[in-house]
């Protein structure tokens, strides 16, 4: 043991004494700027990688605790600069020129969904590809596609053994992620792609792909992952055989065909591909990358909103005293009118604390960072974290990786008070509206919030997500008694109060729970 440990010590002091002579010079630039302050991670290659994907909010606390709100490091090979507050957050997103984001959606994909390369680096995809999503998913045209998810989601939900065989009155109990996440999943593949998609047959392979999706990010070969590859290529099947039997050929249309019985929106976006040529296995990949997009978050969020709230008693009365209200004043008591509801109607005073909780969800369980590519050098102003003394100017250079963690804003005690525990009214403002503002160091603080991500990667689909995250909890605390068992978690250990399972902090985007619950449903109506 010990001549290992005196070789690991060599091998430690080595490094070390390596990157202290090669480590860049804070102030070598000849203009005065100063690079960003280096954060130590030695390990050749991966550099900071292991540290970062453990879990990026604690990465970003530490190295902000040590060097301030923006620092430098190399990870995978590259150069990476992090920035950690909310203000030189706002100015990497601002500077949408220099450090864009459309390099970084030329290369994920290709690892992640394995699409091939002159498929997500063809030249039209950025301006007619990418904002057709913007375009239909904006807050004004997402009606048609929020209120199919209404509907959707309220089928398959009504058609659940807790309806189905459950009277008024009577109990049924639920793991909770086995009860929900195929239903979201389901209802948002029939919003997108239509009836034609297998979405049922494809869940579990999705769901093991997901599960494994770090594998795929940190480019792990097949021979290292063989399961994560198979399903993976299940689904990828599975979406290829949709698009051959959906992609109607029609001389009268733009691009020669449509895809029948899916949304606007998929059907403009596969159209485009038969424009540009794109093999329907590539095709394919890109349906896996919006699926994608949107199922793991926003189920994610359904279910932290929901623990959080029935691990308390008060929260759970106050939030189905909201929605009770809710359901008679805003809907006359009328399903069909809750279901026909715009987005617009969920942002309303009278459903203030539900927004507030959507909110606290976001912030407490969320781990979202943007990355950019620097394309030109640029220059931040980076303030000290506790706001003293004068600003520092750092220059950020051509070629290297920007990453913005937004965890360490969510988790600023000076942002937040007691930034660990789940606050339901957090975000509600005195007139009793989600509008609270956010103050640091006596400066208010635009962008306290960054669940969606920002800038130019702001997370399209917001608009929709939020709509059916309200929507599923109000047709859930409408409809049932919910419960949150006290020996409900599945890792086989007796609860004594209603658990709230651990995060899985690796995940980027929201995170994921370690273990799932067992909730009961009585059914109200
Ligand atoms: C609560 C659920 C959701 C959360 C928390 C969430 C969060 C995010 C985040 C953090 C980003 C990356 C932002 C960045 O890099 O700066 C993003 C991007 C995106 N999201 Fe979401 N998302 C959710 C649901 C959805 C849904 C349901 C859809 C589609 C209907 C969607 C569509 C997109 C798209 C298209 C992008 C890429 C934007 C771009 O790069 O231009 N998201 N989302």
Redo the contacts with the bound molecule.
């Keep these: 043991m010990q001549p290992l440990l005196l070789i690991a010590s060599f091998v430690l002091a080595g490094s070390y004494v390596l990157y202290r002579t090669l480590r860049p010079k804070r102030s070598a630039n000849p203009d005065g700027l100063l690079d960003p302050p280096s954060a130590f991670y030695p390990l050749p290659y991966f550099g900071c990688a292991l540290a970062y994907g453990a879990d990026p909010g604690k990465f970003g606390r530490e190295n902000e605790l040590r060097h301030g709100p923006i620092f430098a490091t190399k990870m995978l090979g590259r150069k990476a600069t992090f920035v950690t507050s909310a203000p030189v957050i706002a100015a990497l997103?601002k500077n949408s020129k220099a450090a864009q984001?459309d390099p970084i959606?030329q290369e994920i994909p290709i690892r992640m969904f394995g699409i091939a390369p002159y498929a997500v680096q063809h030249e039209r995809l950025p301006y007619d590809g990418?904002p057709l999503?913007?375009k239909a998913?904006s807050f004004t045209s997402v009606k048609p596609?929020s209120a199919a998810f209404s509907q959707h989601f309220w089928k398959r939900l009504s058609g659940t053994d807790a309806f189905q065989k459950t009277l008024p009155g009577g109990t049924s109990t639920i793991r909770f992620t086995r009860f929900l996440f195929p239903l979201v999943f389901a209802a948002?593949c029939e919003v997108?792609l239509g009836p034609r998609f297998d979405a049922d047959g494809a869940y579990a392979d999705f769901e093991v792909f997901d599960e494994q999706i770090f594998k795929f990010l940190a480019g792990v070969p097949p021979a290292m992952a063989p399961a994560a590859f198979r399903s993976r290529a299940r689904v990828r099947d599975a979406l290829s055989a949709y698009l051959t039997s959906a992609w109607t050929p029609d001389a009268g249309e733009e691009h020669g065909g449509f895809l029948a019985d899916a949304s606007p929106l998929l059907s403009e976006l596969v159209g485009r591909f038969h424009g540009w040529k794109f093999a329907t296995d590539d095709q394919a990949g890109h349906l896996l990358s919006?699926i994608w997009?949107?199922?793991p978050?926003?189920v994610?969020?359904?279910y932290w909103l929901f623990l959080h709230v029935l691990q308390d008693e008060t929260r759970t009365a106050r939030l189905r005293a909201e929605i009770s209200t809710a359901m008679t004043g805003v809907f006359n008591s009328d399903l069909k009118q809750l279901l026909a509801a715009e987005p617009a109607v969920f942002e309303r005073k009278e459903f203030a604390l539900l927004s507030s909780a959507l909110n606290e969800t976001?912030r407490l369980c969320?781990s979202?960072?943007?990355?950019r590519r620097v394309v030109e050098d640029f220059v931040i102003t980076a303030a000290s974290t506790k706001g003293q003394g004068e600003p520092t100017a750092y220059l950020l250079r051509k070629g290297e990786d920007a990453y913005?963690i937004?965890r360490t804003v969510h988790m600023d005690p000076d942002l937040y008070e007691n930034p660990e525990t789940f606050q339901i009214d957090r975000f509600l403002a005195e007139d009793g509206t989600c509008t609270r503002k956010f103050y640091k160091n006596g400066k208010h603080v635009a962008n306290n919030l960054?669940?969606?991500?920002?800038?130019?990667?702001?997370?399209?689909?917001?608009y929709?997500?939020?709509h059916?995250?309200k929507l599923c909890v109000i047709l859930m605390f409408h409809h049932f008694d919910i419960q949150h068992t006290h020996n409900c978690t599945f890792d086989g250990r007796q609860q004594t109060t209603a658990a709230v399972p651990d995060m899985d902090m690796s995940r980027i985007?929201?995170l994921t729970a370690k273990a799932d619950v067992v909730l009961s449903l009585r059914r109200l109506v």
């Design positions: 997103y984001h959606r990418f999503f913007d998913l596609l948002t997108f919006i997009g949107f199922q978050n926003l994610w969020t359904i976001l969320g979202a960072t943007s990355m913005a937004t960054m669940g969606w991500g920002g800038g130019v990667s702001k997370c399209a689909g917001r929709y997500a939020t059916a995250v985007g929201m």
